[in-house]
């Protein structure tokens, strides 16, 4: 299983950004979402698609801004993140559950400045 993330960078508050994760090795079934961490602190729960998604669950520091998705046939996951805030600074990173083993990809970077 592998996992790249890609499409990080540096936006203005109230702009948006997509992030993209390829995927290879990720079965259909897989738990697949987002997480974030700021150095110092834990990685925190972001977005997660289940199941060709059917359900999808956020954070309540994200909702309504954040836009998981998944896409099975080119095997990538998207988070689509809009009204960025300097508090959503942080390394994103994507994630997949699968046959009980978590898998996480190397990051992506997110500044949000003004």
């Known amino acids: 299983v592998k996992l790249v993330e890609s499409g990080g960078g540096v936006v203005l508050p109230g702009e948006s950004l997509t992030l993209s994760c390829v995927t290879s090795?990720?079965?259909?079934?897989?738990?697949t979402g987002w997480y974030r961490q700021v150095p110092g602190k834990r990685r925190d729960f972001i977005a997660q698609?289940?199941?060709?998604?059917?359900?999808?669950y956020y954070a309540d520091s994200v909702k309504g801004r954040f836009t998981v998705s998944r896409d099975h046939a080119k095997n990538m996951i998207y988070l689509q993140m809009t009204d960025l805030k300097p508090e959503d600074t942080a390394v994103y990173f994507c994630?997949?559950?699968?046959?009980?083993?978590?898998?996480w990809g190397q990051g992506t970077q997110v500044t949000v400045s003004s």
């Open positions: 994630n997949a559950v699968q046959l009980d083993e978590s898998y």
């Open positions: 090795g990720v079965i259909s079934t897989a738990f």
């Open positions: 698609v289940n199941d060709w998604g059917v359900a999808n």
